[in-house]
């Protein structure tokens, strides 16, 4: 059976490891676009607090939570941020709207008023104990800790000039998403995510919920005790001038329980305007951003690629 790679973020952080560990990452990105991260030092507990927060907060009646949907929200666009109930987002129109649940927000600066970025309207410790410290404790340790080392690495692979990752990501755009699969049946249509890599933290559950296109058919991704699951975005297939692959994925969630995955979607800068290296591609982030929130929340045609996926 087609096993995704696994890459060790403590050997791509090590003078003595970087080069072997860098190959490795090369070969992962242009053949699977997906790949299990393994010493990555995220605190267990901080996943594992952030999961049981989520669950007590999904547990809460459907009138409390919409009370933070994006009609409450005023992040630019509203979609971006807040509570979204079952069958609220479509990432493939073939499939209908996806049977989950989930909350979304991101870097929370009050002051900064450019799309995707602004404060999210989040429950507070008395009504969803830990949510949002929990996330925002989660969110902390990613962007300090594993987006610098796997951006630069990134990065490099893509031949970009020296800085490259510093200049484009200081800081990146965020999205953190929390979502539920009810145990009675759950999904995410196939789709690629749009940014430039997603982290994907899952609930280490015996089940082969995530599955990802492989050469042709579905292989499942399942959770691998102490790794997250990494894989590449649109704008990083765009820069690298499809070298690497934006792999479609899906999730057939089918019980016996529910699942609460974390993905952390990873952008550049908004105002940020990039190039492929050999320069055959350029795009501006908040344009292709908005142009991806237009296609699931207004045109209905899903998420990222999903057009191109029969
Ligand atoms: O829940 C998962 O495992 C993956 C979800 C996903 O692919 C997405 O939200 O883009
Ligand atoms: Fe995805």
């Not at 003595?16 to 030092?41: K, M, N, S, V």
């Not at 000039?161 to 200081?170: A, I, L, P, T, Y």
Request: with cysteine; proline share 8%; net charge neutral.
């Amino acid at each position: 059976m087609t096993t995704l790679p696994q890459i060790s973020l403590a050997k791509l952080s090590s003078d003595a490891t970087r080069r072997e560990e860098q190959q490795r990452l090369c070969t992962a990105c242009e053949e699977y676009g997906f790949f299990y991260l393994i010493e990555h030092g995220i605190p267990k507990e901080q996943i594992t607090q952030a999961i049981d927060a989520s669950r007590r907060f999904f547990a809460l009646p459907l009138a409390t939570k919409e009370r933070y949907g994006h009609a409450f929200q005023n992040v630019h666009p509203t979609t971006a941020r807040g509570y979204s109930p079952l069958h609220g987002e479509m990432l493939h129109p073939e499939a209908g709207p996806d049977p989950k649940e989930m909350f979304d927000l991101g870097i929370e600066n009050e002051s900064d008023r450019r799309p995707f970025a602004g404060r999210t309207r989040l429950p507070d410790d008395a009504l969803a104990p830990g949510f949002a410290r929990s996330l925002l404790a989660l969110q902390a340790t990613v962007l300090n800790g594993v987006v610098p080392p796997l951006g630069n690495a990134l990065a490099d692979l893509l031949d970009m000039e020296k800085g490259w990752f510093q200049r484009h990501f200081s800081p990146p755009t965020v999205l953190q998403r929390v979502i539920r699969y009810p145990s009675t049946g759950g999904a995410a249509a196939k789709h690629t995510d749009n940014g430039f890599f997603t982290l994907l933290l899952q609930e280490e559950l015996p089940t082969r919920s995530l599955q990802v296109w492989f050469h042709g058919r579905w292989i499942p991704a399942p959770s691998l005790p102490d790794s997250l699951v990494v894989n590449l975005g649109d704008m990083l297939q765009v820069l690298s001038d499809n070298r690497f692959k934006s792999t479609p994925h899906q999730v057939v969630h089918s019980g016996p329980a529910e699942r609460i995955s974390l993905p952390f979607f990873i952008y550049p800068d908004i105002d940020a305007r990039l190039a492929s290296r050999q320069g055959n591609h350029t795009f501006g982030v908040a344009e292709m951003m908005l142009r991806n929130y237009e296609s699931i929340w207004e045109k209905g045609n899903g998420a990222g690629r999903a057009r191109e996926l029969q």
